[in-house]
């Protein structure tokens, strides 16, 4: 089975600033891959940034990029120059990367944008 | 195509009624999942379909609960009798897996919010 754990319920950062959310994750599969989603007030779901574990290099996607670290089980995602518009709630998710490929979702953390 | 859409975007239902819901997911993709978020938590797994065939169920779909995608196009869900606790928002979301290709990203529909009163 697999659980995703999110430690912060809410967060905040002033605007050009940097944030680092943090994610952590339990699973027996050797392979599987990690996941961000935003979700804005708007509730549709939009994928940030995804990490295939076998890979050792950390995943970057513009001002988006994850720290992945395999063997403490941790996937923290950092925000550089944040923008009003990344204000959202932010979703850690895993899944196998055989079969349904099913997301396990984190409880999600709530990031403030103060201008 | 203009992505995952679900219709209605907004029920509110008597306790005991019985409510459906549909899902169009990306026209080429042959993997859909229906997922349940309670108000403050995460997305939780439902059911998946692979064109039309039903291949995995959580434990949370009771036997109020049933899903069917006909033709493996569109998708609907139905909630039979239901209950306060059904009160959720319902997201759809839709994937590609065919062959050696396998897209990992799953798209969402903005969901369908039930309220039961």
């Known amino acids: 089975a697999q659980t995703v754990t999110q430690s912060q319920p809410e967060m905040s950062v002033q605007e050009a600033e940097t944030v680092t959310l943090s994610c952590t994750y339990d699973?027996?599969?050797?392979?599987?891959?990690l996941f961000w989603y935003k979700q804005p007030p708007s509730r549709q779901m939009i994928l940030v940034i995804r990490?295939?574990?076998?890979?050792?290099q950390n995943a970057t996607e513009n001002r988006f990029s994850v720290n992945f670290q395999k063997a403490a089980k941790s996937f923290s995602l950092k925000i550089s120059d944040s923008q009003l518009g990344d204000a959202a709630m932010y979703f850690c998710?895993?899944?196998?990367?055989?079969?349904?490929?099913?997301?396990?979702f984190g409880q999600g953390t709530r990031l403030t944008i103060n201008p | 195509d203009t992505g995952v859409s679900q219709d209605p975007r907004h029920k509110i239902t008597k306790r005991g009624q019985n409510v459906t819901f549909r899902c169009d997911p990306i026209?080429?993709?042959?993997?859909l999942y229906w997922y349940r978020q309670t108000l403050g938590q995460g997305p939780e797994f439902l059911t998946y379909?692979?064109?039309?065939?039903?291949?995995?169920k959580s434990r949370l779909l009771s036997d109020r609960f049933s899903a069917e995608r006909p033709k493996g196009s569109f998708s609907t869900l139905e909630i039979q009798r239901t209950e306060q606790g059904d009160s959720a928002m319902y997201l759809c979301?839709?994937?590609?897996?065919?062959?050696?290709?396998?897209?990992?990203?799953?798209?969402f529909g903005q969901g369908t919010r039930l309220t039961v009163v």
């Open positions: 998710a895993s899944s196998k990367i055989q079969g349904a490929q099913k997301l396990v």
């Open positions: 699973t027996s599969e050797s392979d599987y891959y």
């Open positions: 990490q295939e574990a076998y890979k050792q």
């Open positions: 026209s080429e993709h042959n993997r």
């Open positions: 379909f692979q064109n039309e065939a039903q291949l995995e």
């Open positions: 979301a839709s994937s590609l897996a065919r062959g050696a290709i396998v897209n990992t990203e799953a798209f």
